[in-house]
């Protein structure tokens, strides 16, 4: 029987949980995992991270990311004109697991499923998810419901913060980069530096909880959204 976890990313086990909608990539074979990629990354003394890759990876992969859970940024990388993933691209203000029990595990990892919407552990749901590793996800800042005028606007203003069950919460924009743009396999280091990154932390967004449109994402594209009107 699979163990019960606490963090967002599953409603109840780490496997056997309900799907509310169908992968996105359902190309994807890869299987839930908790292990870690024998790809080996290392932090530098300017808060960049560096990957080990080869020239397979290199083929099919544009990026790889670096998830810094102290600061909660998430920096990712492109190719340089050596083919080595040392060229920042952009950087998102974040929210890794809060300490005490909840923190987001460190290591170098690959990703693997995607989801439109995903049910998560506290009986909430993420918009735009990309598996990490096990259970633990990067996602949009969870809703009440189904909904994507229902956020949990109080938590959306931790972003920036250390503040989720494990997952790295995104802004909706963000999240959507993420699961449009890393292909199946990308890999991820999450680690812990004093520097946030050579693009530093970018100034996470804000929703004003007193305005009627507090249940929206300001940064989610949906035409419907009405801060883009």
Not at 123 to 140: E, K, V
Not at 187 to 212: C, F, H, M, Q, W
């Amino acid at each position: 029987k699979a163990t019960t976890t606490t963090t967002e990313a599953e409603t109840t086990t780490e496997e056997t949980t309900t799907e509310e909608t169908t992968t996105a990539a359902p190309t994807t074979a890869a299987p839930i995992t908790t292990t870690t990629t024998k790809a080996a990354s290392g932090v530098n003394s300017d808060g960049s991270v560096s990957f080990s890759t080869d020239a397979n990876y290199a083929s099919s992969h544009k990026y790889c990311v670096g998830v810094n859970r102290q600061q909660n940024v998430v920096t990712v990388y492109g190719k340089d004109d050596n083919g080595a993933y040392t060229k920042p691209v952009c950087a998102f203000a974040c929210s890794c697991g809060r300490l005490g029990g909840n923190e987001t595990p460190t290591g170098t990892f690959k990703t693997s499923d995607r989801y439109d919407w995903r049910f998560m552990y506290d009986n909430t749901y993420g918009q735009y998810a990309t598996r990490i590793n096990g259970p633990i996800l990067f996602h949009s800042v969870c809703y009440f419901t189904k909904d994507k005028s229902n956020l949990e606007y109080d938590e959306y203003n931790k972003l920036g913060e250390n503040a989720s069950l494990g997952c790295v919460r995104l802004c909706c924009r963000d999240a959507k980069w993420i699961y449009d743009n890393l292909a199946v396999g990308t890999i991820v280091t999450i680690y812990d530096s004093a520097n946030p990154g050579p693009l530093g932390k970018p100034t996470p967004a804000r929703v004003d909880v007193n305005s009627e449109n507090r249940g929206w994402d300001p940064t989610d594209p949906d035409p419907n959204n009405p801060w883009n009107k």
